[in-house]
């Protein structure tokens, strides 16, 4: 079992920058692939990132390619995802996730481990 713990989020005007933080313990925090996903009020969770074990592979959704980034530090054991060119639709709760199955952070299976989150708030 790894445990994450998410930190970076807060309030930021149409067109800014956030960068997101998770850090892991627990495991061998190179044994796992890494994702972003979050959730809108009254909607449903959704993927954002994957990023693979050794951070050659990252897929990303539609809505968020070309101004997101997710990148990795297997020395400090942290996910980032760098979110620039932020939108109002862009608000919602940032959950980080592990898990050994590349297809479980990149939202196609169930499972993983997940942080408690943290709330990213984009002002038009």
């Known amino acids: 079992q790894v445990q994450l713990v998410e930190s970076g989020g807060g309030l930021v005007q149409t067109g800014g920058s956030l960068r997101l933080s998770c850090v892991a313990s627990?495991?061998?925090?190179?044994?796992?692939?890494l994702g972003w996903h979050r959730q809108a009020p009254g909607k449903v969770r959704e993927f954002v990132a994957g990023?693979?074990?050794?951070?050659?592979?990252?897929l990303y959704a539609d809505s968020v390619k070309g101004r997101f980034t997710i990148s990795r530090d297997n020395v400090k054991n942290t996910v980032y995802l760098q979110m620039n060119s932020l939108k109002p639709e862009d608000t919602a709760v940032y959950y980080c996730?592990?898990?050994?199955?590349?297809?479980?952070?990149?939202?196609?299976?169930?499972?993983?481990?997940w942080g408690q989150g943290t709330q990213v708030t984009v002002s038009s």
């Open positions: 996730v592990a898990s050994a199955r590349f297809e479980v952070v990149a939202g196609q299976a169930r499972g993983g481990s």
């Open positions: 627990g495991r061998t925090f190179s044994e796992y692939a």
């Open positions: 990023i693979s074990m050794r951070g050659e592979t990252t």
